[in-house]
């Protein structure tokens, strides 16, 4: 393999970590937003949803 091929394949799986990576960073940020949407859909529907406990003795 002489270098120039050689220097071609590391650029070509350095842009295909970077792809990747970029694309990981989108889907956490989109859960990320999903997420405190959902949280926000909840305490809007009832704000004191999770705070009273029900015990019977």
Known sequence: MDIASASIGMNQTLLS????LAVTKLALNSAQQNGAQFIQT?????PNLGNIIDLKV
Not at 42 to 46: E, G, K, M, R, V
């Open 17 to 20: 970590q970077n792809v990747s």
């Open 42 to 46: 909840l305490q809007a529907s009832d």
